[in-house]
């Protein structure tokens, strides 16, 4: 048998100095259900998160609360596990930039750009504040009124001896790149704004920093440290074994797909790639910059960025105590279209919860099985070897699952579950209603069972379409009947190729009087 194809997938690395908020947790549920849905389809998945430990405003709040960096960013790391298991995030790694294996690879490599002569030394100057004891972006500045945001003071202009990656020779390789390959940017419309700015404004990059003791020291010169975001960006491949296990390394690399959020799409596609052409290596496959999560106040009903000085911040956690971490899976996959911008407001997501989840899904899983339950025992004889039948003639189940993977593969997931919703669950409400099984009952208990496998046939093909999106719940209702496949092996084929039903069906679900227990409850 062949290898299977592998899947290498990236998320951003997240700066611990604060805990995750719901715009962080947007981008690793759709990184998430791309890794998972690449795992039903056989490819031999790899899916990296992790923390981006060196920056100075880490290093300062660590200070702040009187610990060492190391034991604050291994604290917050273990907070940030926390948090994307309860959202049942599958990530197979997680590293953090201050361990031994990305110091070593971060070394390895800016030697390796160096030798290969693409860095060169030369002065910085910038805006200073002494008390960040860093410099601060032009851009952080004026946004913040001409002083700096955290102390309120006006930074100074200082120069400082540093190291200058040659970012400028990589104008055309870049270029030519991208001509070459059309997918790497992605969505479509990041694809101009990056193309702009490499043809008018690519400058070579200052890589290092001097007298700072939290970061990586620069091999050549030990005087130095690596700027985070040339040691971010190596978080990619030092987590494979770049440097150190080399055979690893070329097994995952190039990565599949970098998720990242559309405001730092230019240094993942100018800066990442000129990098890897500069080390010798290839550059990653596709960057895709998902969109925002905003947060509409209540009060005022305007649509507001997250942050700390609105004090709009909500925790994942705060929702999934509430909720559920499926809960909160299904409202921002469905609800914030994953290339674009969406929003969350409270009330808006429990209108969504008791509609789609507690109402259409948790209310038919919930309908079917105690039709089973109450009126046949939880057994439906004679349906062993039945073929179901149709319930929904506009378009074909076949076509449904190839729509819904075309949209996964483009990371559309709201419109992947639009079809889940608008072309299997809707229809199934409708024919329960049209047939009324319960009536049905006391005068054919034949065309009754008839019509209830019908129904547990649509409920096992959206448990299966439902996998990557809502594991847990799609995984309960698959598991409240007797199928024959087993769940760990259901790929997208099975929903269309109906799997011959060994057995008569039968609820195996714990019942109690007839009725299974709540799958979504509705939530006041
Ligand atoms: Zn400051």
Redesign the pocket.
Known sequence: MAEPDRFYLTTAIDYPNSRPHIGTAFEKIGADVQARYRRMEGYDVHFLMGNDEHAHKVARKAQELGLAPKEYCDDMARQFKEVWRALEISFDDFIQTSEPRHHEGCRKFIQQVYDNGHIYKGTYEGLY?E??EAF?TEKEVNEAGGV?P??K?APVRRSEPCYYFALSKFRDPLLEFYERNPEFIQPEARRNEILALVQSELRDVNVTRIGQDWGIRVPFDERFTIYVWFDALLNYVTAIGYGSDEERFKKWWPADIHFIGKDITRFHCALWPAMCFAAGIDPPRMVFGHGFVYVKNEETGIVEKISKTLGNVVEPMDIITQFSGEAFRYYFLRKCPFPADGEFSWEGFRLTYNADLAGGLGNLYSRVVTQIGTNFNALLEGTAHAEPGVIYTEVDTETTVQQMQAHIEACQYNQALDRIWLQILKPSDQYIEQKKPWILVKSDADAARRVLYDLVEQLRCVSILLKPFLPRTAEAIYRSFNFPQPWEEVRHEDVWVHPLQTEDLRVIAKLEGGKPRPLLPRIA
């Open positions: 504040c008390g960040c601060k700096c955290d102390h003071v």
